[in-house]
T-cell receptor, first 109, second 114 residues
């Protein structure tokens, strides 16, 4: 089975940086995904990591350490529209995704 | 391109009644999934289909059934609804199982069972 942990809530100021951590204990690993979900909407894909290291995509970056079972999503130059839930998901050897409960980020002016 | 659509958007259902949630994608994706999302629990996989004609059970399959007669459609049926099935249901699809094949999600169906 999969056990995926991420903080429930985080608050940050507009223009700041926030780092959302995700730790996982899985029976197999075949990639890690981050999704963004605004309230009342569907999740949308943000990033994918399968090898150790940092993947950068504009204001968002995602890091993976497979040996530590650890990932983080870094959001830079925060904007009000970044207020959302961020979901960490691990794909196991069965190619199915297991999701964490999500981290709700609130950006304050 | 519509992507992935779900119907209805929301529904109130009496306990014991049956209902089918519809999901259609136009991206010719092989794999499709049904999740439920409950507060504090995140997304949980109900059923999945790796390709047309095949289906499999996810983490929480009890009380639900699916079929995959063709590539585009993946309906989810509740045979006899119970209040614990009150949830937001998301359908998703992906072009492949491995590699950089992210899942695309439909807009969701909010179901209340009374």
């Amino acid at each position: 089975g999969q056990n995926i942990d991420q903080p429930t809530e985080m608050t940050a100021t507009e223009g700041a940086i926030v780092q959302i951590n995700c730790t996982y204990q899985t029976s197999g690993f075949n990639g890690l995904f981050w999704y963004q979900q605004h309230a009342g909407e569907a999740p949308t894909f943000l990033s994918y990591n399968v090898l150790d290291g940092l993947e950068e995509k504009g204001r968002f970056s995602s890091f993976l350490s497979r040996s530590k079972g650890y990932s983080y999503l870094l959001l830079k130059e925060l904007q009000m529209k970044d207020s959302a839930s961020y979901l960490c998901a691990v794909r196991g050897n069965d190619y199915k995704l297991s999701f964490g409960a999500g981290t709700t980020v609130t950006v304050r002016a | 391109t519509a992507g992935i659509t779900q119907a209805p958007t929301s529904q109130i259902l009496a306990a014991g009644r049956s209902m089918t949630l519809r999901c259609t994608q136009d991206m010719r994706h092989n794999a499709m999934y049904w999740y439920r999302q409950d507060l504090g629990l995140g997304l949980r996989l109900i059923h999945y289909s790796n390709t047309a004609g095949t289906t499999g059970k996810g983490e929480v399959p009890d009380g639900y059934s699916v079929s995959r007669a063709n590539t585009d459609d993946f309906p989810l049926t509740l045979a006899s609804a119970v209040p614990s099935q009150t949830s937001v249901y998301f359908c998703a699809s992906s072009g492949g199982l491995a590699g950089h094949n992210e899942q695309f999600f439909g807009p969701g169906t909010r179901l209340t069972v009374l």
